[in-house]
């Protein structure tokens, strides 16, 4: 279920790129690019959706529902999420 | 009638379409583009009913080949109903392409697939009341164990029959016009139905929809006229496709509140899928499955022990023999002797090449090749080697088409058509014909310099640098973005064998239709050659090459033949070995391993990338070849060690 709006003080918004394994951290922006844009919605990663990474290395993986995705860093730097 | 299963990759489509079709499907590749639609007839009820399988999507907006063409075959096909197939587990993700699919105006039943993985995960769902939510038919399914197919049956007779009481009239439901969009775009949609014409397949509001998330193809169908109005109603915004996606997401949640009970908060990662993602165990892993189903079944028991007992046994002992019989005692003219018997004739060259080389590497490719994708390891592979093929301007998704040219180049050609960019496809046609020796060439080449340590390494290092250089010249030269790489990666599974081998078969059945006509067609070009004299005269020109290459004027021969026939021109060295130097040796494997590929990769590279690209291919394959053979010639004869 998205989560929108629930923004506490002693979170930061962090690159998915920089989140540490394990933890869950809510999207709240995604690159500008259409057709990126659009595929990462179609796996369910939107604004206000909580994920976690379970890989950095070679490239990160995120759990977002029950779906896996594996992303090329340069789409996880341009990811950005609370945490 | 007819019934259409769409749904994302992975969800299980397949399998019930199988179910529903029972034996007897065909698969062909959509006119003009390299995706697979499977068709099929069912008995629903006492209704014969025609069943279309389409390739994965994830939205209605296409991203991939696959997508753009279920969204044509979605446009231009007249079906009376729609069966949206979603992992239950997925359902949050999948329930917005539902409510994109309803906006449509498509008669639709939801069909919850892989139940049995979803209550795993503590996730069950109270589909009657999804059904009264959504106003359509929502069946719980488990494909794998056959649970709720027969009723998943009932729904689809109950929604064709009603579907043929109101004939054609389609329209929007309720809960679709339910959705309310931001203030500037329910203008935009109103104001868009007023515009469009109302007989198009898909409604004027998802039309409508599609053009504003950026949709060229969409708009491109539209009238000149429709075009240049929908235009000036955009609104002015840079986030529109996130807004419909956030919209119907909204949609989606607010519908499943209250429905989805999960015990559990979020699937754990397995040891299989640390095992399997981890680089430290997961490379050795991948090396082993490569090895295993590469190299040990395809390469050796496919490409060894098959081909040798066909090409051997039956062909070269029994069927060539009896054909070469049965032609010369049919007629004394040697030109239709040669035509059809004999060394190069189409039956004993061709139809033989066609039958007891590529079938036997074929098939257990194909076979390979569906018990990686079922198991769902194939995007694992794909995620842990993508790195490396970055490199050359690739995906990991390379990594298929390429190790697959250790087998043949021709069907690697082939299947460079599951690269998602056509700059990825030209890269990897490119490579294959240059620098990946095939099967029948390795087996020669390694048998020629087995004895000579150095010259194989100088021979495996020089190939190797010219691989990874033409990507490198190409991943720099060529326009577009380096592949991005998001791939979904779903739960290992256990195949299920008998849709394995299903799909082995529809795949070896479809591409031999391709190849033997182009083994046919080679054979009779041999012979052209031949009979013009066409062929000698190449040699001529070939020669003074020869020389610069420090290699006898009699390896022009080899040079040529190796284009009819790699392995030909590897053996035809092996035959001159004793009159080579172990220098001489090297240069020619090189060259020869480099040179322009067969004639039958060729032609697929025609078919599969165009001329133009296949002659600019062609055009630096054939001077990169012999500069390289000449400058490594250059270089050894500078070196006392060889």
Redesign the interface.
């Given at each position: 279920?998205?989560d929108e709006g629930i923004i506490s003080r002693s979170k930061r918004i962090i690159s998915l790129s920089e989140l540490p394994l394990g933890q869950s951290a809510v999207v709240v922006r995604?690159p500008?690019d259409?057709?990126?844009?659009?595929?990462?919605?179609?796996?369910?990663l939107?604004?206000?959706v909580e994920l976690?990474v379970?890989?950095q290395?070679?490239?990160p993986?995120i759990?977002?529902?029950?779906?896996?995705?594996?992303?090329?860093r340069?789409?996880a730097r341009a990811i950005m999420v609370l945490f | 009638m007819k019934i259409m299963l769409v749904g994302?990759p992975n969800v299980g489509k397949s399998l019930l379409f199988n179910w529903l079709t029972g034996q007897y499907a065909a698969v062909s590749n959509y006119p003009g583009t390299t995706v697979e639609v499977a068709r099929g007839q069912a008995l629903v009820d006492t209704m014969v009913v025609e069943v279309v399988d389409t390739p994965g999507i994830?939205?209605l907006?296409p991203?991939t080949e696959e997508e753009a063409v279920t969204r044509r075959v979605l446009w231009e096909e007249d079906f009376d109903l729609l069966l949206h197939v979603v992992?239950t587990?997925?359902l949050?993700?999948s329930l917005p392409l539902t409510l994109a699919l309803m906006e449509a105006g498509f008669p639709l039943v939801l069909v919850l697939n892989m139940y049995d993985e979803?209550k795993k995960?503590g996730?069950t769902i109270d589909e009657g009341e999804l059904e009264k939510r959504l106003g359509i038919p929502c069946i719980i399914t488990i494909g794998t164990s056959g649970y709720g197919l027969a009723r998943m049956e009932e729904a689809v007779a109950e929604a064709l029959s009603k579907s043929e009481a109101h004939k054609g009239v389609r329209g929007i439901s309720p809960v679709a016009m339910g959705i309310s969009y931001s203030v500037p775009i329910a203008k935009y949609l109103r104001q868009a139905d007023g515009m469009l014409a109302h007989s198009y397949p898909f409604s004027s509001r998802s039309i409508a929809l599609l053009v504003l998330?950026?949709d060229e193809e969409m708009k491109g169908w539209l009238s000149p006229q429709e075009q240049g109005s929908i235009k000036t109603l955009l609104p002015d915004s840079?986030s529109l496709?996130?807004q419909v996606?956030?919209t119907r997401?909204?949609a989606s949640?607010s519908i499943?509140?209250g429905l989805l009970f999960a015990s559990e908060k979020?699937?754990q990662?397995s040891w299989l899928?640390s095992l399997t993602?981890?680089?430290i165990t997961g490379v050795p892993l991948l090396v082993l499955i490569v090895y295993l189903c590469l190299y040990r079944f395809v390469g050796v028991f496919g490409a060894v022990t098959v081909v040798d007992f066909l090409d051997k046994k039956v062909f070269s002992d029994l069927f060539n023999p009896f054909v070469d019989h049965i032609v010369d005692s049919l007629t004394t003219n040697q030109l239709i002797r040669e035509l059809i018997a004999h060394e190069y004739g189409v039956l004993t060259l061709g139809l033989r090449y066609a039958v007891a080389v590529v079938f036997p590497i074929v098939t257990t490719f194909f076979f390979s090749f569906a018990l990686l994708e079922d198991s769902g390891y194939l995007?694992r592979l794909a995620?842990?080697l993508?790195?490396v093929f970055?490199w050359v301007g690739l995906s990991g998704r390379a990594v298929l088409p390429l190790s697959l040219g250790f087998g043949c180049g021709t069907m690697a050609t082939l299947v460079t058509r599951t690269l998602e960019t056509r700059r990825e496809r030209i890269i990897a046609t490119m490579i294959l014909a240059l620098a990946i020796p095939c099967s029948a060439q390795l087996g020669v080449i390694l048998a020629l310099l087995a004895r000579h340590t150095l010259a194989l390494f100088i021979w495996a290092m020089t190939v190797g640098i010219v691989a990874l250089a033409a990507g490198l010249i190409l991943d720099h030269l060529l326009p577009g973005n380096p592949p991005?790489?998001?791939?979904?990666?779903?739960?290992l599974r256990w195949p299920m064998l008998r849709n394995v081998f299903r799909k082995t078969a529809t795949r070896v059945n479809w591409y031999f239709m391709e190849i033997m006509s182009l083994f046919l067609l080679a054979s009779v070009l041999i012979w052209l050659g031949r009979v013009t004299g066409a062929l000698d005269r190449l040699v001529i020109i070939m020669t003074p090459l020869m020389a610069r290459l420090g290699l006898p004027p009699s390896a022009a021969h080899v040079f040529l033949y190796g284009f009819f026939r790699r392995d030909y021109g590897a053996a035809g060295l092996y035959d001159m070995q004793s009159t080579l130097s172990v220098r001489q040796l090297t240069v020619a494997a090189v060259t020869l391993t480099l040179f322009i590929p067969c004639i039958a990769q060729f032609i697929m590279m025609v078919k599969e990338r165009g001329l133009a690209t296949s002659l600019v291919v062609v055009a630096c394959v054939f001077p990169a070849a012999f500069l390289i053979g000449f400058l490594l010639n250059s270089v050894l004869s500078l070196s006392l060690a060889l």
């Open positions: 279920m998205l995604l500008q259409q057709a990126l844009l659009a595929r990462l919605a179609a796996y369910g939107l604004p206000g976690q379970e890989r290395t070679p490239a993986v759990l977002c529902g029950a779906t896996r995705v594996a992303l090329d340069k789409t | 994302s994830y939205g907006v991203a992992d587990k997925n949050e993700r979803a995960l996730l998330q950026g840079d496709t996130l996606a956030m997401r909204r949640d499943l509140r979020s699937p990662q899928d993602l981890n680089p995007p995620y842990l993508d790195r970055q991005r790489f998001i791939l979904e990666l779903p739960p």
